[in-house]
């Protein structure tokens, strides 16, 4: 396993595991030093990592020997994975919104919605009131249908083992749990129940820009369903073969 360290607020390594487990033993790395390996979404203090390495007790009496020098050698270039900020989530979103849209349409037009339509404007001729109460009858069970898709879609693309939609796999982001993992089925629908409330006439619009508008302030760039359900939105698809220590981003977030 390869371990990365931070200290003064660079970020150091890779370095082996039993080098820095010497290094706690030894006091070259204190255990509230922060280290980071791949898996992890946040650093951690190395004696939470590393729970039973401690320095070894001196004996009364004795000089201890002055620590080795720090072995940190530089900053690495590479680029790290970040919490994933506005213009990729939109970009998604907007790729998502029309893979959604193509087969909800064919599904909406043939539950009958082009009927609804043209009733509507030949009953609003007549009667306004009653040609809208029955539009509204007749289109709801469509709108369920699709909402029901678009729903489906998410929760069963997040849980997968790419861990994001056809719109987070083509800008290169992922969803993952707090511990960079893929999410399960549970967490992903609870993320996702947010998009129900497009159920709702009057909220379909405001409600999701509540729970949006976090994401652009949180230090982690989340939104209230990322924070209820214990989620983050990283860059990086989940079959990359090298990931390096998450650092926060300074741009917003939007829906994803």
Request: some cysteine; proline content about 8%; hydrophobic content about 45%.
């Amino acid at each position: 396993m390869q371990v990365w360290l931070g200290r003064n607020g660079e970020r150091f390594g890779p370095y082996t595991e039993d080098e820095v487990r010497q290094w706690l033993r030894d006091g070259t790395c204190g255990p509230d030093e922060l280290g980071w390996h791949d898996g992890m979404t946040d650093w951690r203090p190395l004696g939470e990592l590393f729970p039973g390495e401690r320095p070894a007790a001196v004996p009364p009496g004795a000089v201890p020997p002055p620590p080795p020098p720090p072995p940190f050698l530089g900053v690495t270039d590479e680029a790290a994975p970040e919490y994933a900020g506005f213009w990729l989530r939109f970009g998604a979103w907007v790729i998502d919104y029309i893979v959604i849209t193509v087969p909800s349409t064919f599904i909406a037009m043939a539950m009958g919605f082009q009927h609804a339509i043209t009733t509507l404007f030949q009953q609003m001729e007549t009667n306004q009131a009653a040609a809208m109460s029955a539009y509204l009858d007749e289109v709801r069970p469509i709108s369920y249908i699709v909402l029901l898709i678009g729903f489906a879609y998410y929760v069963l693309c997040e849980s997968s083992k790419w861990q994001g939609t056809l719109g987070k796999l083509a800008v290169g982001i992922r969803v993952t749990d707090t511990s960079g993992q893929r999410l399960t089925l549970g967490r992903a629908a609870g993320r996702n129940l947010i998009r129900l409330a497009n159920a709702v006439p009057f909220l379909s619009v405001f409600l999701p820009m509540v729970f949006y508008v976090t994401a652009a302030f949180s230090e982690r760039k989340q939104g209230i369903h990322d924070m209820l359900a214990g989620t983050y939105v990283l860059t990086g698809r989940a079959d990359a073969r090298v990931a390096s220590a998450p650092r926060s981003g300074t741009s917003g977030t939007f829906d994803a």
